[in-house]
Nanobody, 120 residues
């Protein structure tokens, strides 16, 4: 069983910063990709940051230069540092990991979601 626990969401004013964390625990052999997605009401879930095993990262243009994803392999934890936040960044944010678990099975796991609201 693999669990992801997210933390760090909240209410922030435009231009402010927040840092999200997502810790994975359970029977994980290795994690080969981690990412953050967001979903605003009435919209599809979208990738906002991804990082693979070698450390390569990717971001959509909408957050490039404002969001930074990082990971602590020893803690199986992924972070999302968000700065210069805009009202349009308001959404529920979900972490995702792609991992190899017991038996060599490749699985996708999701966090429970944490709300980020950018408003004055």
């Amino acid at each position: 069983q693999v669990q992801l626990v997210e933390s760090g969401g909240g209410l922030v004013q435009p231009g402010g910063s927040l840092r999200l964390s997502c810790a994975a625990s359970g029977s994980i052999f290795s994690i080969y990709a981690m990412g953050w997605y967001r979903q605003a009401p009435g919209k599809e879930r979208e990738l906002v940051a991804g990082i693979i095993g070698g450390g390569s990262t990717k971001y959509p243009d909408s957050v490039k230069g404002r969001f930074t994803i990082s990971r602590d392999n020893a803690k199986n934890t992924v972070y999302l540092q968000m700065s210069s936040l805009k009202p349009e960044d308001t959404a529920a944010y979900y972490c995702n990991i792609k991992a190899i678990v017991g038996g060599g099975q490749h699985n996708d796991y999701w966090g429970q979601g944490t709300q980020v609201t950018v408003s004055s």
